[in-house]
C-alpha cells in the first residue's frame, strides 16, 4: 500500500460548485497532515494544514478522520482561480513528509 | 533573497556524467527535504536533513544519489552516472521546523540525454 493515496482525477467542474477530494494514508502514527496546492510549471504551496478537529479557511474546509486514515479538502463555490493540483502531505513513516500524487482540478465558466 | 534559492535551473547532461545540485535554504530553517518530480507526475521524496540528526535517506532510489549538508544551512544533492530515467524537476523544500510548513525553491530540471 502506498504511504499517502489519492484520486488523480482530473475533476472538471463549473464556476460555483461544490467539489471534494479525498486522501487515504497508510501510517497511523502519522500526526502531520496538510493539503498543497501547485499550479502548472510552479512549486507547491502550502494551502492549509489539516486539524484533528477539522478547520476552515474561508471557502476550503478540511477534515481528519484518524479511524479511516483518511483526509478530506472541500471547495465551496468554486473559482476559476481554483483550477490547480491538489497534493495531500502526511509525515511518514518516519518524520519526513510524504507527498500524495495529487487530484487535478479544472474549473470552467 | 528571502526564499530558497536552487541552482542551476537547468541541467542537462549526457547519460553517465555526475551532477550536482545546490539548494540554500531559507536562513533559520533546520528541515530541508529534497523531492523529484517527473513530468506529470507527484512529488517523489528523496532524502530528509533536521537539525543535526541523521538524514532519512530512504527515499533515494539508488546508490547513485546522495546528499549532503553542510554546516545545516547549504545542501548538495549529488547524481552520479547519471540515466536518462533521471531526467526530472529536482525540488529542495525548507521548513522552520519538523514536519512544518514547506517553502520550496523553484527546481532545478535535470535533463539526460
Known amino acids: 500500500r502506498k504511504e499517502v493515496e489519492q484520486d488523480p482525477g482530473p475533476f472538471n467542474v463549473p464556476e460555483g460548485a461544490t467539489v471534494a477530494f479525498n486522501c487515504t494514508y497508510s501510517?497511523?502514527?502519522?500526526?502531520?497532515f496538510f493539503w498543497y496546492r501547485q499550479d502548472c510549471r510552479k512549486e507547491p504551496k502550502l494551502l492549509m494544514s489539516?486539524?484533528?478537529s477539522g478547520n476552515e479557511d474561508g471557502r476550503f474546509t478540511a477534515q481528519l478522520n484518524r479511524a479511516s486514515q483518511y483526509i478530506s479538502l472541500l471547495i465551496r463555490d468554486s473559482k476559476l482561480s481554483d483550477s490547480a493540483t491538489y497534493l495531500c502531505?502526511?509525515?511518514?513513516?518516519?518524520?519526513?513528509?510524504?507527498f500524495g500524487k495529487g487530484t487535478t482540478l479544472s474549473v470552467s465558466s | 533573497g528571502a526564499g530558497v534559492s536552487q541552482s542551476p535551473s537547468n541541467k542537462v547532461t549526457e547519460k553517465g556524467k555526475d551532477v550536482e545540485l545546490r539548494c540554500d535554504p531559507i536562513?533559520?530553517?533546520?528541515?530541508l527535504y529534497w523531492y523529484r518530480q517527473s513530468l506529470g507526475q507527484g512529488l517523489e521524496f528523496l532524502i530528509y536533513?533536521?537539525?543535526?540528526?541523521?538524514?532519512?535517506k530512504s527515499g533515494l532510489p539508488s546508490d547513485r544519489f546522495s546528499a549532503e549538508r553542510t554546516g545545516g544551512s547549504v545542501s548538495t544533492l549529488t547524481i552520479q552516472r547519471t540515466q536518462q530515467e533521471d531526467s526530472a524537476v529536482y525540488l529542495c523544500?525548507?521548513?522552520?521546523?519538523?514536519?512544518?510548513?514547506?517553502?520550496f525553491g523553484e527546481g532545478s530540471r535535470l535533463t539526460v540525454l
Open positions: 489539516v486539524y484533528s
Open positions: 501510517n497511523s502514527a502519522s500526526q502531520s
Open positions: 536533513f533536521q537539525g543535526n540528526s541523521a538524514p532519512d
Open positions: 523544500a525548507s521548513s522552520p521546523a519538523m514536519a512544518g510548513e514547506l517553502f
Open positions: 536562513s533559520g530553517h533546520t528541515a
Open positions: 502531505v502526511v509525515n511518514g513513516a518516519g518524520t519526513a513528509l510524504i
